[in-house]
């Protein structure tokens, strides 16, 4: 039996094309010129603030405007979480067969918790998902290292492995000492092999199978 924390964009689900709409619904309403989903996709992975932080750079948008502009896209997120949000092919699959092995779950994203939470329950997923740390759970967001040690801590400190898809992923997994098994299809900017990670897959279908070889090591 081991721990599974997993982050939530660019892992479990693609994320990005719900994210994207409300980013140019806020920015209609502001008047300013919408940006295309890659562009977006980029800014994904340091959690909402810093997300609307790079909107607003790329518009060189004046700094002070950001409560305002944070608020007015998590007003337009929260409204449709999941719209267009999907899980990776095998994802549920995947849970299913590592929670009957006796595997256990957290989630640990910089997306808001309670977002987080109803993402997961408009897939059919929660249920796997017990414990949810999320980008406003703690004072601390990864890269800090803090989030994916309470989840950890959250399931009874066994030992286990941090899913991810990004270079922020890598760096707080390796922050606090966790290894971590990397979804190269996800939302990283980088080659994979710049990604310091202990094991990584392209394919849900694969996961179980690592993971239990993993475990047997
Ligand atoms: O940047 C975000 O809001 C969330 O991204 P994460 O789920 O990959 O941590
Ligand atoms: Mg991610």
Redesign the pocket.
Known sequence: MASIIF?????LVD?APDIHAAVNLMLAEEGAAPMDLAQVCGF?????P??VQRVMQAHSWPAEDHPRLLSRFMTHYDAAPAELTRLYPGVAAALDRLAAAGHRFAL????PAAT?QSILRHLSIAGHFPVIIG?DSLPQR?PDPAPLKAAFNALGGLAGWYI???E??AETAQAAGAPLVLFTL??RKTPVEEIPHAARFDSFDQLPALLERLVAE
């Open positions: 982050d939530l964009d660019g892992t994320s994904i992975g340091n959690g909402v810093v997300l640990c994203t910089n997306k987080s980008g990864k991810g898809d990004s922020v992923d996800g939302y």
